[in-house]
Protein backbone atom coordinates (compact mmCIF):
# COMPACT_ATOMS: atom_id res chain seq x y z
CA UNK A 1 0.00 0.00 0.00
CA UNK A 2 3.00 2.43 0.70
CA UNK A 3 4.21 2.40 -2.77
CA UNK A 4 0.58 4.69 -3.33
CA UNK A 5 1.31 7.66 -1.01
CA UNK A 6 4.18 9.03 -2.41
CA UNK A 7 5.03 12.43 -0.51
CA UNK A 8 5.99 16.32 -1.85
CA UNK A 9 6.88 18.82 0.94
CA UNK A 10 7.18 22.40 -0.52
CA UNK A 11 8.54 24.80 2.14
CA UNK A 12 8.19 28.79 1.13
CA UNK A 13 10.78 31.12 3.07
CA UNK A 14 11.53 34.20 3.79
CA UNK A 15 14.72 36.25 2.59
CA UNK A 16 16.44 38.12 5.33
CA UNK A 17 18.97 40.45 5.64
CA UNK A 18 20.59 39.34 8.73
CA UNK A 19 22.16 42.95 9.78
CA UNK A 20 18.76 44.39 9.39
CA UNK A 21 16.47 41.34 10.07
CA UNK A 22 14.33 42.67 7.01
CA UNK A 23 12.82 41.63 4.38
CA UNK A 24 15.00 41.73 1.25
CA UNK A 25 14.24 41.08 -2.47
CA UNK A 26 16.97 38.98 -3.04
CA UNK A 27 15.50 35.91 -5.33
CA UNK A 28 17.06 37.30 -8.27
CA UNK A 29 20.30 37.49 -6.83
CA UNK A 30 20.32 33.68 -5.33
CA UNK A 31 18.58 32.28 -8.55
CA UNK A 32 21.80 34.36 -10.68
CA UNK A 33 23.84 32.53 -8.03
CA UNK A 34 22.51 29.15 -8.71
CA UNK A 35 22.51 29.57 -12.76
CA UNK A 36 25.90 27.30 -13.42
CA UNK A 37 25.42 24.99 -10.34
CA UNK A 38 24.29 21.78 -10.31
CA UNK A 39 22.08 22.34 -7.07
CA UNK A 40 18.26 22.91 -5.99
CA UNK A 41 15.95 24.61 -7.93
CA UNK A 42 15.23 27.66 -6.28
CA UNK A 43 11.19 29.01 -7.21
CA UNK A 44 10.11 32.27 -7.20
CA UNK A 45 7.12 33.59 -5.69
CA UNK A 46 5.01 36.67 -6.10
CA UNK A 47 6.96 38.73 -3.79
CA UNK A 48 10.69 38.79 -3.99
CA UNK A 49 11.40 38.31 -0.65
CA UNK A 50 10.26 34.65 -1.01
CA UNK A 51 11.78 31.57 -2.09
CA UNK A 52 10.45 28.02 -2.54
CA UNK A 53 11.97 25.15 -2.42
CA UNK A 54 10.38 21.63 -3.52
CA UNK A 55 11.00 17.95 -2.66
CA UNK A 56 10.83 15.50 -5.24
CA UNK A 57 9.39 12.60 -5.08
CA UNK A 58 9.71 10.93 -1.97
CA UNK A 59 9.12 7.03 -1.60
CA UNK A 60 8.67 7.42 2.33
CA UNK A 61 9.23 10.26 5.01
CA UNK A 62 12.67 9.21 5.62
CA UNK A 63 13.70 10.22 2.26
CA UNK A 64 11.46 13.06 2.77
CA UNK A 65 13.41 13.69 6.26
CA UNK A 66 16.22 13.95 4.11
CA UNK A 67 15.55 16.08 1.09
CA UNK A 68 13.94 19.00 3.62
CA UNK A 69 17.05 19.00 4.83
CA UNK A 70 19.32 19.13 2.21
CA UNK A 71 16.55 21.94 0.61
CA UNK A 72 17.18 23.83 3.79
CA UNK A 73 21.32 23.15 3.62
CA UNK A 74 21.54 24.54 -0.06
CA UNK A 75 18.60 27.53 -0.07
CA UNK A 76 20.82 28.27 3.38
CA UNK A 77 24.33 28.21 1.80
CA UNK A 78 22.45 30.19 -1.75
CA UNK A 79 21.24 33.10 0.74
CA UNK A 80 24.51 33.58 2.06
CA UNK A 81 26.26 33.65 -1.00
CA UNK A 82 24.84 36.94 -1.55
CA UNK A 83 24.86 38.57 2.33
CA UNK A 84 21.27 37.01 3.17
CA UNK A 85 19.40 34.19 4.96
CA UNK A 86 16.36 32.07 4.98
CA UNK A 87 13.91 32.18 7.82
CA UNK A 88 11.03 29.20 8.41
CA UNK A 89 7.91 31.02 9.35
CA UNK A 90 4.52 32.01 8.04
CA UNK A 91 4.75 35.78 8.39
CA UNK A 92 7.80 38.20 9.12
CA UNK A 93 7.36 39.95 12.81
CA UNK A 94 7.46 43.63 11.30
CA UNK A 95 8.29 44.10 7.67
CA UNK A 96 5.63 45.62 5.63
CA UNK A 97 3.94 44.52 2.22
CA UNK A 98 3.94 47.91 1.06
CA UNK A 99 7.81 47.52 1.14
CA UNK A 100 8.10 44.28 -1.09
CA UNK A 101 9.30 44.04 -4.69
CA UNK A 102 6.84 42.30 -6.95
CA UNK A 103 8.47 39.27 -8.86
CA UNK A 104 8.11 40.88 -12.80
CA UNK A 105 6.96 37.43 -14.03
CA UNK A 106 3.14 37.44 -16.63
CA UNK A 107 1.53 34.97 -13.90
CA UNK A 108 2.32 37.48 -10.99
CA UNK A 109 1.63 40.09 -13.04
CA UNK A 110 -1.59 39.16 -14.35
CA UNK A 111 -2.36 38.06 -10.56
CA UNK A 112 -1.54 41.62 -9.38
CA UNK A 113 -3.40 43.18 -12.07
CA UNK A 114 -6.77 41.14 -11.69
CA UNK A 115 -6.99 40.97 -6.95
CA UNK A 116 -4.70 44.39 -6.67
CA UNK A 117 -3.82 45.26 -3.03
CA UNK A 118 -5.68 41.98 -1.78
CA UNK A 119 -2.79 40.24 -3.34
CA UNK A 120 0.34 42.86 -2.42
CA UNK A 121 -0.58 42.33 1.31
CA UNK A 122 -0.69 38.44 0.84
CA UNK A 123 2.99 38.44 2.15
CA UNK A 124 2.68 34.62 3.68
CA UNK A 125 4.83 31.70 3.55
CA UNK A 126 3.49 28.59 3.65
CA UNK A 127 4.02 24.64 3.88
CA UNK A 128 2.56 22.42 0.88
CA UNK A 129 2.54 18.46 1.38
CA UNK A 130 1.38 16.45 -1.09
CA UNK A 131 0.61 12.71 -0.94
CA UNK A 132 0.15 10.51 -4.11
CA UNK A 133 -3.12 8.95 -5.10
CA UNK A 134 -3.58 7.45 -8.49
CA UNK A 135 -6.96 6.60 -8.50
CA UNK A 136 -8.90 10.07 -9.18
CA UNK A 137 -12.07 8.60 -7.16
CA UNK A 138 -10.54 7.43 -4.22
CA UNK A 139 -8.96 10.61 -4.62
CA UNK A 140 -11.95 12.62 -4.35
CA UNK A 141 -13.50 10.27 -1.40
CA UNK A 142 -9.97 10.89 0.68
CA UNK A 143 -10.74 15.10 -0.04
CA UNK A 144 -13.59 14.65 1.28
CA UNK A 145 -13.14 12.82 5.03
CA UNK A 146 -9.85 14.78 5.48
CA UNK A 147 -11.18 18.41 5.68
CA UNK A 148 -12.40 17.49 8.92
CA UNK A 149 -8.42 17.27 10.27
CA UNK A 150 -7.39 20.35 8.32
CA UNK A 151 -7.99 22.64 11.62
CA UNK A 152 -5.97 20.19 14.01
CA UNK A 153 -3.19 20.44 11.34
CA UNK A 154 -3.12 24.01 10.80
CA UNK A 155 -3.27 24.33 15.14
CA UNK A 156 0.49 22.09 15.33
CA UNK A 157 1.95 23.92 12.71
CA UNK A 158 1.00 27.67 13.81
CA UNK A 159 4.03 29.96 13.10
CA UNK A 160 2.55 33.59 12.75
CA UNK A 161 1.52 35.36 15.72
CA UNK A 162 2.92 38.66 14.11
CA UNK A 163 2.15 40.80 11.22
CA UNK A 164 3.43 44.69 9.88
CA UNK A 165 4.81 45.32 13.81
CA UNK A 166 2.09 44.18 15.69
CA UNK A 167 1.14 41.11 17.91
CA UNK A 168 -1.91 39.97 16.03
CA UNK A 169 -3.40 38.43 19.06
CA UNK A 170 -3.41 35.22 16.82
CA UNK A 171 -1.51 32.00 16.37
CA UNK A 172 -2.05 32.07 12.68
CA UNK A 173 -2.09 35.49 10.93
CA UNK A 174 -1.69 33.80 7.48
CA UNK A 175 -4.79 32.18 7.44
CA UNK A 176 -6.40 34.98 8.12
CA UNK A 177 -4.70 37.05 5.48
CA UNK A 178 -4.85 34.36 2.74
CA UNK A 179 -8.38 33.90 3.49
CA UNK A 180 -8.97 37.13 1.20
CA UNK A 181 -7.94 35.82 -1.76
CA UNK A 182 -10.98 33.84 -4.20
CA UNK A 183 -10.81 30.63 -3.88
CA UNK A 184 -9.26 29.84 -0.90
CA UNK A 185 -10.15 28.28 2.55
CA UNK A 186 -12.14 25.75 3.98
CA UNK A 187 -13.77 24.04 0.16
CA UNK A 188 -16.87 22.33 -0.16
CA UNK A 189 -17.16 18.54 -0.81
CA UNK A 190 -17.91 16.99 -3.98
CA UNK A 191 -19.99 13.32 -4.86
CA UNK A 192 -17.29 12.58 -7.46
CA UNK A 193 -14.26 13.54 -9.62
CA UNK A 194 -16.33 14.04 -12.38
CA UNK A 195 -18.14 16.78 -10.40
CA UNK A 196 -14.89 18.53 -8.95
CA UNK A 197 -13.67 18.56 -13.00
CA UNK A 198 -17.05 19.74 -13.78
CA UNK A 199 -16.89 22.80 -11.20
CA UNK A 200 -13.25 23.05 -12.24
CA UNK A 201 -14.36 23.53 -16.35
CA UNK A 202 -16.60 25.57 -15.19
CA UNK A 203 -14.53 28.47 -14.00
CA UNK A 204 -12.17 27.89 -16.60
CA UNK A 205 -15.00 28.28 -19.10
CA UNK A 206 -16.28 31.71 -17.76
CA UNK A 207 -12.78 33.01 -17.06
CA UNK A 208 -12.51 33.12 -13.21
CA UNK A 209 -9.45 30.81 -13.32
CA UNK A 210 -6.67 30.34 -16.33
CA UNK A 211 -6.50 26.23 -14.73
CA UNK A 212 -6.76 24.05 -11.69
CA UNK A 213 -3.74 25.46 -10.26
CA UNK A 214 -5.72 29.16 -9.32
CA UNK A 215 -7.86 27.02 -6.39
CA UNK A 216 -6.26 28.06 -3.53
CA UNK A 217 -8.23 25.61 -1.10
CA UNK A 218 -6.43 24.35 2.20
CA UNK A 219 -6.31 20.80 0.61
CA UNK A 220 -7.12 20.27 -3.41
CA UNK A 221 -6.74 17.43 -5.63
CA UNK A 222 -3.45 18.74 -8.18
CA UNK A 223 -4.58 20.49 -11.33
CA UNK A 224 -1.26 18.16 -12.90
CA UNK A 225 -0.11 15.94 -10.54
CA UNK A 226 -2.40 12.63 -8.86
CA UNK A 227 -1.79 13.97 -5.50
CA UNK A 228 -3.80 15.23 -2.67
CA UNK A 229 -2.43 18.85 -1.60
CA UNK A 230 -2.49 19.72 2.06
CA UNK A 231 -2.30 23.69 2.07
CA UNK A 232 -3.57 24.43 5.42
CA UNK A 233 -0.24 24.81 7.22
CA UNK A 234 1.53 27.53 8.72
CA UNK A 235 5.47 27.12 7.42
CA UNK A 236 7.22 25.67 11.16
CA UNK A 237 10.05 26.48 12.12
CA UNK A 238 12.14 23.49 12.53
CA UNK A 239 12.79 20.30 10.13
CA UNK A 240 11.73 18.02 12.84
CA UNK A 241 7.99 19.88 13.06
CA UNK A 242 7.46 19.87 9.18
CA UNK A 243 8.45 16.23 9.09
CA UNK A 244 6.47 15.36 11.82
CA UNK A 245 3.43 17.03 10.44
CA UNK A 246 4.14 15.71 6.93
CA UNK A 247 3.91 12.31 8.54
CA UNK A 248 0.57 13.24 10.29
CA UNK A 249 -0.63 14.24 6.94
CA UNK A 250 0.41 10.78 5.05
CA UNK A 251 -1.08 8.71 8.06
CA UNK A 252 -4.29 10.18 7.74
CA UNK A 253 -4.47 9.71 4.01
CA UNK A 254 -3.85 6.14 4.01
CA UNK A 255 -5.57 5.46 7.05
CA UNK A 256 -8.71 7.01 5.17
CA UNK A 257 -8.22 5.02 2.24
CA UNK A 258 -8.12 1.99 4.40
CA UNK A 259 -11.55 2.70 5.60
CA UNK A 260 -12.67 2.86 2.23
CA UNK A 261 -11.13 -0.30 0.95
CA UNK A 262 -12.45 -1.82 4.17
CA UNK A 263 -16.11 -0.25 2.80
CA UNK A 264 -15.81 1.84 5.91
CA UNK A 265 -17.06 5.90 5.94
CA UNK A 266 -15.94 8.87 7.43
CA UNK A 267 -18.80 10.61 8.51
CA UNK A 268 -19.27 13.92 6.91
CA UNK A 269 -19.66 17.22 8.23
CA UNK A 270 -20.97 20.50 7.22
CA UNK A 271 -18.27 22.45 5.58
CA UNK A 272 -19.12 25.88 8.49
CA UNK A 273 -18.58 23.61 11.19
CA UNK A 274 -15.29 22.65 9.96
CA UNK A 275 -14.28 26.29 9.79
CA UNK A 276 -15.07 27.03 13.54
CA UNK A 277 -12.54 24.35 14.28
CA UNK A 278 -10.52 26.31 11.96
CA UNK A 279 -11.01 29.69 13.57
CA UNK A 280 -10.16 28.45 16.66
CA UNK A 281 -7.08 26.62 15.90
CA UNK A 282 -5.91 29.94 14.00
CA UNK A 283 -6.75 31.96 17.83
CA UNK A 284 -5.44 29.31 19.85
CA UNK A 285 -3.44 26.91 17.74
CA UNK A 286 -2.73 23.69 20.23
CA UNK A 287 -3.75 25.90 23.54
CA UNK A 288 -7.34 25.74 23.27
CA UNK A 289 -10.62 23.61 22.50
CA UNK A 290 -11.89 22.49 19.25
CA UNK A 291 -15.09 20.61 18.20
CA UNK A 292 -15.24 16.94 18.47
CA UNK A 293 -18.16 17.12 15.97
CA UNK A 294 -18.93 13.61 16.44
CA UNK A 295 -20.26 13.87 20.20
CA UNK A 296 -20.65 17.74 19.12
CA UNK A 297 -19.01 19.05 22.65
CA UNK A 298 -15.97 21.38 22.91
CA UNK A 299 -12.79 19.25 24.33
CA UNK A 300 -8.92 20.25 24.86
CA UNK A 301 -6.67 20.12 21.19
CA UNK A 302 -4.51 18.44 23.22
CA UNK A 303 -7.17 15.43 24.16
CA UNK A 304 -8.34 15.54 20.56
CA UNK A 305 -4.99 15.22 18.48
CA UNK A 306 -4.00 11.88 20.74
CA UNK A 307 -6.95 10.47 19.11
CA UNK A 308 -5.95 11.16 16.35
CA UNK A 309 -2.80 9.60 16.46
CA UNK A 310 -4.86 6.66 17.61
CA UNK A 311 -6.77 6.70 14.88
CA UNK A 312 -3.93 6.41 12.60
CA UNK A 313 -1.55 4.18 14.74
CA UNK A 314 -2.51 0.83 12.75
CA UNK A 315 -0.84 2.25 9.57
CA UNK A 316 2.05 4.38 11.18
CA UNK A 317 4.47 0.86 11.56
CA UNK A 318 3.86 0.28 7.68
CA UNK A 319 4.59 3.61 6.90
CA UNK A 320 7.73 3.57 9.04
CA UNK A 321 6.69 7.11 10.30
CA UNK A 322 5.97 6.43 14.11
CA UNK A 323 9.41 7.59 15.43
CA UNK A 324 8.56 11.18 13.06
CA UNK A 325 5.11 11.42 15.06
CA UNK A 326 6.51 11.41 18.41
CA UNK A 327 7.78 14.81 17.56
CA UNK A 328 3.64 15.56 17.94
CA UNK A 329 4.30 14.86 21.64
CA UNK A 330 7.18 17.45 21.90
CA UNK A 331 5.18 19.92 19.82
CA UNK A 332 2.16 19.68 22.45
CA UNK A 333 5.19 19.64 25.28
CA UNK A 334 7.42 22.66 23.87
CA UNK A 335 4.80 24.90 21.66
CA UNK A 336 4.77 25.32 18.13
CA UNK A 337 6.67 28.14 16.34
CA UNK A 338 3.99 30.63 16.84
CA UNK A 339 4.52 29.67 21.24
CA UNK A 340 7.67 30.35 20.86
CA UNK A 341 8.17 33.33 18.96
CA UNK A 342 5.58 34.83 21.10
CA UNK A 343 7.84 33.85 24.48
CA UNK A 344 11.27 34.83 22.66
CA UNK A 345 9.21 38.72 22.71
CA UNK A 346 7.32 38.41 26.51
CA UNK A 347 10.97 37.89 27.33
CA UNK A 348 12.48 40.69 25.34
CA UNK A 349 10.34 42.60 23.84
CA UNK A 350 12.31 43.16 20.49
CA UNK A 351 10.50 41.59 17.02
CA UNK A 352 14.43 41.98 15.98
CA UNK A 353 14.87 39.02 18.44
CA UNK A 354 12.07 37.03 17.19
CA UNK A 355 13.67 37.02 14.17
CA UNK A 356 17.04 35.81 15.36
CA UNK A 357 15.25 32.96 16.90
CA UNK A 358 13.74 31.72 14.11
CA UNK A 359 16.62 32.24 12.15
CA UNK A 360 18.31 29.86 14.74
CA UNK A 361 15.39 27.33 14.54
CA UNK A 362 15.39 27.24 11.01
CA UNK A 363 18.94 25.18 10.67
CA UNK A 364 18.61 23.04 13.51
CA UNK A 365 19.46 19.76 12.52
CA UNK A 366 20.60 21.06 9.14
CA UNK A 367 24.18 21.85 9.86
Not at 219 to 234: G, K, M, Q, W
Amino acid sequence: MQQDFTLGIEEEFQIIDPKTRELTSAISQMVESTKHLNTIELKPELHQSVVEVASGICPDIQEARRQVIENRREADRIARAVGMRIAASSTHPFSRWEDQEITQADRYLKMVGELQDVVRQNLIFGLHVHVGIEDKEEAIAVYNSARYFLPHLLALSTSSPFFGGRMTGVKSVRSLIFKRLPRSGMPGSFDSYQQFTSFVNTLVNTGCIDDGRRIWWDVRPHAVYSTLEFRICDLPSTVDEVVAIAALIQAIVVRLVKMRRDNQTWRPYRTELLEENKWRAVRHGIDGKLIDLGREQELPFRELIHEILEFVDDVVDHLGSRKELETIEKILENGTSADRQLQRYEETGSLEAVVDQVLEETMLGVR
